[in-house]
């Protein structure tokens, strides 16, 4: 019964190191997605020959504090975020699988005879 109790808790201390801790100053994957989405847009907006034309005055500077403000955040809470998730690719994954989930979902809503 000794072992049994032994072995399952060296199983739950293992299970418990694998779990990444994202400190409190980083922005959760859950609200990164959103604002990862907001920013391809903008970049995708931004490629477009028509919205050149019509922003030519605005910088991207001002798109990204527009979307920093949307969202809560500052510039230095969400480049320390990148800079920390860029240090755990597994956890950068799943955030961008989740980017990658609503850009698609947001494609298919606004084109949904393209296949």
């Not at 990862?36 to 500077?61: A, C, G, K, N």
């Not at 990148?82 to 990658?100: E, G, K, M, N």
Request: aromatic residues 10%; glycine residues 2%.
């Amino acid at each position: 019964m000794r072992r049994l109790l032994f072995i399952t808790l060296i199983l739950l201390s293992v299970a418990a190191c694998n779990r990444t801790r994202v400190p409190r100053d980083i922005i959760r994957q859950e609200n990164l997605a959103p604002i990862l989405v907001d920013i391809h847009i903008v970049y995708s907006l931004q490629t477009s020959m028509e919205f050149r034309e019509m922003t030519r005055e605005f910088d991207s500077v001002d798109t990204h504090g527009y979307i920093f403000d949307k969202h809560g955040i500052d510039k230095v809470q969400f480049d320390s975020s990148i800079a920390w998730y860029s240090r755990h690719p597994a956890l950068f994954t799943d955030i961008y699988d989740d980017v990658v989930m609503r850009l698609t979902k947001l494609n298919d809503s606004i084109n949904p005879d393209r296949e």
